[in-house]
């Protein structure tokens, strides 16, 4: 780290601290309306918008606990398949081999019933000779009664494979009865989570859609408010003073930005004076006339804060200032959007509605 970066490091938490010091401690309170009816009309527009876009309805939370539930479905039908094909293969694979087995058996069982026909042929043939030759006549009984033998022992093999190819086909039936239903209400699941998917998508749309007509009104609100603004249209969100009318919309960036992993915290609502001491701070050359800019780092003319009408933060993640580099930054740059907020490019700390 260069000698410039470190003492740039050190000044911004010197500002860090200042600002923290600066803005109006009180206890936690979460906001229980999305705005307040002492406000401008357009504030409350604001509001309003930003509320319907981050509430999610009764139809979008049972759709996502839906597509929960389908999600572990379609992981336990996964699982399933994959089971079912391995029990699949193995019955068509002992199908093959008890058919193979069984033809086998049949030809054997075919063969030794033509060699007890042949055998008894021959019997009969040598019992009509004459002169009856006794050792011809012994050796062919003997023939007849070891092929009757072997038919019978071979006959019972050829029952026995019979009987074990049709257990087989009866497995391999129900293997693949299993696993093509299996398959099916997997595809059935598959497609249904497509078709939420994308209902969801479209309920997210139309929240999106409430958000940015909600960033087309800040300037708006900026401008009403300025000529209104008082104390008593702010309040606190886990400690930091902010508008009412954007007070719902931080906390639910907050509590998803902590859901997230990336605790995020700041400064808020800050009065004349302290906008006054903080210009003195950051050593502005002018306190009422040089341009924000001018200052070692940039503050606004008192006056032209959005601080100090409670619409903008400066954003902390861990005690620490945000830079373009830090998880805070990213993941606001990414999401802050979606609650209505905006960062002021030359000051990766500094979010507010309408980006000033």
Same mark, same amino acid.
């Given at each position: 780290?260069?000698?410039?970066?470190?003492?740039?490091?050190?000044?911004?938490?010197?500002?860090?601290?200042a600002?923290?010091?600066?803005?109006?401690?009180v206890?936690?309170?979460?906001?229980?309306?999305?705005?307040?009816?002492?406000?401008?009309?357009?504030?409350?527009?604001?509001?309003?918008?930003?509320?319907r876009?981050?509430?999610?309805?009764?139809a979008?939370v049972?759709?996502?606990q839906?597509?929960?539930?389908?999600?572990?479905t379609?992981?336990?039908?996964?699982?399933?398949i994959?089971?079912? %094909? +391995?029990?699949? /293969?193995?019955?068509?694979n002992t199908? =093959? @081999? $008890?058919?193979?087995?069984?033809? *086998?058996?049949? &030809?054997?069982?075919?063969?030794?019933r033509?060699?007890?026909?042949?055998?008894?042929?021959?019997?009969?043939?040598?019992?009509?000779?004459?002169?009856?030759?006794?050792?011809a006549?012994? %050796? +062919?009984?003997? /023939?007849?009664?070891?092929?009757?033998? =072997? @038919? $019978?022992?071979l006959?019972?093999? *050829?029952?026995? &494979?019979?009987a074990?190819?049709?257990?087989?086909?009866?497995?391999?039936?129900?293997?693949?009865?299993?696993?093509?239903?299996?398959v099916?209400?997997?595809?059935?699941l598959?497609?249904?989570? +497509?078709?939420?998917?994308?209902?969801?998508?479209?309920?997210? @749309?139309?929240?999106?859609?409430?958000?940015?007509?909600? &960033?087309?009104?800040?300037?708006?609100?900026?401008?009403?408010?300025?000529?209104?603004?008082?104390?008593?249209?702010?309040?606190t969100?886990?400690?930091?003073r902010?508008?009412?009318?954007?007070?719902?919309?931080?906390?639910?960036?907050?509590?998803?930005a902590?859901?997230?992993?990336?605790?995020?915290?700041?400064?808020?609502?800050?009065?004349?004076?302290?906008q006054?001491?903080?210009?003195?701070?950051?050593?502005?050359?002018?306190?009422?006339?040089?341009?924000a800019?001018?200052?070692?780092?940039?503050?606004?003319?008192?006056?032209?804060?959005?601080?100090?009408?409670?619409?903008?933060?400066?954003?902390?993640?861990?005690?620490?200032?945000?830079?373009?580099?830090?998880?805070?930054?990213?993941?606001?740059?990414?999401?802050?959007?979606?609650?209505?907020?905006?960062?002021?490019?030359?000051?990766?700390?500094?979010?507010?509605?309408?980006?000033?």
């Amino acid at each position: 780290m260069t000698t410039r970066s470190a003492a740039r490091l050190a000044r911004r938490s010197r500002i860090a601290a200042a600002v923290a010091a600066l803005a109006t401690a009180v206890t936690v309170a979460g906001p229980s309306a999305p705005a307040s009816a002492a406000l401008p009309k357009v504030a409350n527009t604001w509001a309003s918008l930003m509320h319907r876009s981050l509430t999610p309805t009764p139809a979008y939370v049972a759709l996502r606990q839906r597509l929960a539930t389908q999600r572990g479905t379609l992981a336990t039908r996964a699982a399933q398949i994959t089971t079912l %094909t +391995a029990a699949h /293969t193995t019955a068509q694979n002992t199908l =093959t @081999t $008890a058919i193979a087995a069984d033809a *086998a058996a049949r &030809t054997r069982y075919a063969l030794a019933r033509e060699d007890l026909a042949t055998a008894r042929n021959t019997l009969a043939v040598v019992q009509q000779q004459r002169p009856v030759k006794a050792t011809a006549v012994a %050796t +062919a009984k003997t /023939t007849v009664t070891s092929t009757a033998r =072997t @038919t $019978a022992t071979l006959r019972t093999r *050829a029952g026995q &494979t019979a009987a074990t190819l049709k257990s087989a086909q009866a497995t391999a039936t129900t293997a693949t009865t299993s696993l093509d239903s299996t398959v099916t209400a997997w595809q059935n699941l598959n497609t249904a989570i +497509a078709t939420n998917q994308q209902r969801l998508i479209a309920l997210d @749309t139309e929240a999106a859609a409430l958000a940015t007509q909600a &960033t087309a009104l800040s300037r708006d609100v900026v401008n009403q408010v300025r000529g209104s603004f008082t104390t008593a249209d702010s309040t606190t969100v886990y400690g930091i003073r902010v508008n009412k009318t954007i007070a719902y919309a931080f906390q639910q960036m907050l509590d998803d930005a902590k859901a997230d992993g990336v605790p995020l915290s700041g400064g808020g609502f800050r009065t004349r004076e302290s906008q006054i001491e903080l210009r003195k701070i950051n050593g502005c050359p002018d306190i009422y006339t040089a341009p924000a800019s001018s200052c070692r780092v940039p503050t606004a003319i008192p006056g032209r804060s959005l601080h100090e009408l409670g619409l903008a933060i400066d954003i902390t993640s861990g005690g620490r200032t945000l830079t373009s580099g830090s998880a805070g930054f990213k993941w606001l740059s990414a999401n802050a959007a979606r609650y209505g907020f905006q960062n002021l490019p030359s000051e990766a700390w500094h979010w507010s509605i309408s980006g000033a």
